[in-house]
C-alpha cells in the first residue's frame, strides 16, 4: 500500500479523510478526478492541471518521490491535494534537509503553483492537508511554493492556515504581468501608448501586407512535432544572439514540451503558434488559452528578418492577443517578470509570492536566522543545474 488513511478529527464542520500517495499507479488513478477539483478550485490555472503534472512527470522527472496527499468528504469525493514531491537540499553544503515541492515546478518554467482544494469547503480541505503533514512530520522538514499567484490573495489564506498548525512560514514578493483585455482589439489598441499602438498595426499590416505572412495555428497531433521543433529551433536563434543556449538546448526540455503538446493538443488548450512568409516560419511562440487565460510561456524569431516595425516579436503577439479576442480570452497572462516589454504591451503589474514553510525543529529554525531561500546561494537542491534558469522567456 502507497499511502494510509487518516481520518482527521480536527476539523468540526466536515469528516474529511487523508491519504499520502507515493506511487505513481495510485496518482494516475486518481487522474480524472484531478482536473475536476482544479476546476471547482480557487487556483484554477494551467500549471497545475493533470496534463501539465503528468507530462513533467514522464518526460522531466520520471524518478521523482511522490509525497501527494489526497482529502477526501464523507462522500468519497476529492476535495483537495498536496501535489507534492519529496526533494533533497543542502545549507551551505553541509547541513541536510528534506524538501517537499510542487509536482510540476522544477525545470520546466511554471508559475502559480499551490494546494488545490475545492471552494466550497476550501478551509477545512487545506486544514486536512496540513494536519496530515503535521502527522507526517519523520518525512520532510521544509515546503517549497515557488511563485505563488497570479495575485498575492493566493497565498494568504494557506499562509494564515500554516501559521494556525504551528509551521514557521516565510514569504517573499514576486511580480507577474497580466494585460486585462477590454471588449475589443481596437479598444485595447487604443489604450497604448501612440507609439506602441502604431508599431503594434503597422507590424502586422507591413507582416501580412507586404510580405504575406499567414498566423499558422497546430491543429492536428502530426502537425505538431515539427511545428515544436521550428519553434525550438527560431528559440535557440533569439538566445544565442544573446549569448546563451536557449532553454531548449536541454533535450528534457524539449522532451516536455513535446508530451506537454499532446496531452494539450488533445485537451483544445494548446496555441501552438508560427508567422509563416510563403513556407519560410519567421517567427514562433508556444501558449496556452485556459479557462478564459491566454498564458504565454515561449517565443523564438528569426534573427535575419527584421523589416518590420517594432519587430517580429510585437507583431506576432498582435496576431495573437487579435485571436484571443475572438476566442473570448479575457487575461494575458505573461506570467513571472515585469519587463518594460510587457508593460508597453499593456500589462499590468500583479504581486505574488514565494512561501517557505518549516518544521519547527532546531536545525529547521536556522534557515530563519538570516535571509535563506532555496534560490539563493547557500542553500542548495541536489541536481538542481539549471533548475531556477528556466523562467527566462
Known sequence: ???????????????????????????????????????QSAVCTVFLTWEW???????????????VVAVRDDQGRLAAIGPFYRARCTLVRLLPYRCLRILGDAGAGSDY?????????????????????????????????????????????LEEAVKRHGFACRTRGVEFARIRLPSSFEEYLAGLPA??????????????????????????????GTALEDLFTLHGSRWQERGGPGVFADP??????????????????????????GDRVVAAQVGFSFQGVFYELQRGFSPDFTNIPGG???ALRSMVLRRCFSEGVRTYDFLGGFTEDKHRAGAERTGG?????????????????????????YLKFAGSRGTWSWKAR
Not at 353 to 377: A, E, K
Open 1 to 39: 500500500m502507497s499511502g494510509s488513511r487518516d481520518p482527521d478529527p480536527e476539523l468540526s464542520t466536515t469528516r474529511l479523510e487523508t491519504e499520502v500517495l507515493t506511487e505513481r499507479a495510485d496518482l494516475e488513478a486518481m487522474a480524472e478526478e484531478w482536473n475536476d477539483l482544479l476546476f
Open 53 to 67: 503534472i503528468s507530462a513533467w512527470l514522464d518526460a522531466m522527472r520520471p524518478d521523482a518521490r511522490l509525497f
Open 113 to 157: 503553483g499551490n494546494l488545490i482544494a475545492r471552494k466550497d469547503i476550501e478551509a477545512d480541505a487545506t486544514s486536512a492537508v496540513l494536519s496530515c503533514l503535521a502527522k507526517q512530520g519523520g518525512s520532510w522538514d521544509l515546503i517549497w511554493l515557488a511563485s505563488m499567484g497570479p495575485t498575492i490573495d493566493a497565498a494568504r489564506g
Open 195 to 224: 507609439k506602441v499602438r502604431y508599431q503594434m498595426r503597422r507590424g502586422v499590416e507591413r507582416l501580412e501586407g507586404q510580405f504575406g505572412g499567414l498566423l499558422a495555428t497546430c491543429r492536428r497531433r502530426e502537425d505538431l
Open 252 to 277: 528534457r526540455m524539449r522532451s516536455f514540451y513535446h508530451a506537454l503538446g499532446q496531452r494539450m493538443l488533445a485537451r483544445g488548450w494548446l496555441r501552438l503558434d508560427r508567422a509563416l512568409v
Open 312 to 314: 517580429l516579436g510585437t
Open 353 to 377: 509570492c514565494d512561501m517557505l514553510i518549516v518544521r519547527g525543529s532546531l536545525p529547521n529554525r536556522l534557515l530563519f536566522l538570516s535571509n535563506t531561500w532555496p534560490t539563493g546561494r
